[in-house]
């Protein structure tokens, strides 16, 4: 309920409107798993308080049904092209969660009606200039499968990227996280400082030439530019990553030239569900769920790998794309 100041649900709270396990709160108590939380308000309060029930949807450019990777009652999964956000920001620029909501609007999924009791949302987020599989919950069900999922971290997630350079040897990390909020960037540090977060990532390398090397990723934890920071941390920069690569290397500017590289070379492509799932994922236990690769990451694989060359099953979950 984004209209709804502090002095308003304090009111609220005060005249018993809002109640937590059915008794008075004050609104300082720290709610907990089992917690019954109820608002009383007429059908005009409700509306008012969440403001236009459609702000974001239908958004000027929904997402076409090839984008769709996996769907079933309660969850979604969508391919969302470099260049993307995941979900809308400051700028106000459209995001891949407007344009998945307007999908589901044209389908006649989500209606006003239906969007009062429960919005249809992003469940993982992936930076902007990141490729990859987003999962969206449909329903109140999905959403939290979902997110328990990803809090305990039973899930598989898999990424492929090309870095500059020889990656030598298959590398288990774990380093320290640092955010700069106010530079939008990251730092990564071999020991434990102040409130820096501990991030841990499995890196492959595949296969590679004097330029460059397809590594595969199996991210553990999922911090903001984690990949990026740790590749570059390592000495091995994600091809044509803008914040953390070189913009002007020998090895960018030959495939600016070769492949009209534009964007940097890093996805996120294989979901794996353990048998056991959270309630609201029972449709992928036990599967693995694996989204398309970009166009230009293809283009870079056949043409510095040709198939000709490549030994079968080399690549894990990538599917080779065939020229």
Not at 85 to 112: H, I
Not at 119 to 124: I, L
Not at 285 to 304: H, K, N, Q, S, W
Request: proline letters at 6%; charged letters at 25%.
């Amino acid at each position: 309920m984004p209209n709804a100041g502090s002095s308003f649900l304090y009111k609220m709270l005060r005249k018993k409107n809002i109640t937590l396990n059915d008794a008075k709160a004050t609104g300082n108590e720290s709610v907990k798993t089992g917690d019954i939380v109820k608002v009383f308000f007429s059908d005009e309060t409700f509306a008012k308080m969440q403001g236009e029930v459609l702000e974001t949807a239908p958004a000027s450019h929904p997402i076409k049904a090839a984008q769709l990777v996996y769907e079933d009652e309660d969850l979604l999964a969508v391919y969302k092209p470099s260049g993307v956000l995941s979900q809308k920001d400051a700028s106000g620029t459209e995001s891949l969660n407007e344009q998945v909501l307007a999908f589901l609007s044209e389908r006649g999924d989500v209606t006003p009606e239906s969007l009062r009791t429960f919005r249809p949302g992003v469940c993982n987020r992936l930076d902007r200039n990141t490729a990859g599989v987003v999962w969206f919950g449909k329903t109140l069900r999905g959403a939290q499968g979902m997110a328990m999922a990803l809090r305990e971290r039973i899930l598989g997630k898999y990424y492929f990227a090309f870095v500059e350079g020889h990656f030598p040897k298959a590398v288990r990390t774990k380093f320290y996280l640092c955010k700069d909020t106010t530079e939008n960037r990251v730092t990564i540090s071999d020991t434990p400082q102040g409130d820096c977060d501990e991030v841990r990532t499995d890196i492959w390398p595949v296969v590679n030439n004097s330029r460059i090397t397809l590594v595969r990723i199996r991210l553990h934890s999922g911090k903001s530019h984690q990949i990026r920071s740790v590749l570059k941390h390592l000495g091995f920069p994600v091809l044509g990553d803008p914040k953390y690569g070189s913009a002007d290397s020998e090895t960018v500017r030959y495939c600016r030239s070769r492949y009209h590289l534009h964007a940097q070379q890093l996805f996120a492509y294989a979901y794996t569900f353990p048998e056991k799932v959270p309630a609201g994922l029972s449709g992928v236990a036990g599967r693995t769920i694996r989204g398309p690769v970009p166009d230009t990451f293809a283009e870079i694989l056949a043409g510095e790998f040709p198939p000709a060359e490549r030994k079968e099953g080399e690549y894990g979950y990538l599917e080779i794309p065939r020229p």
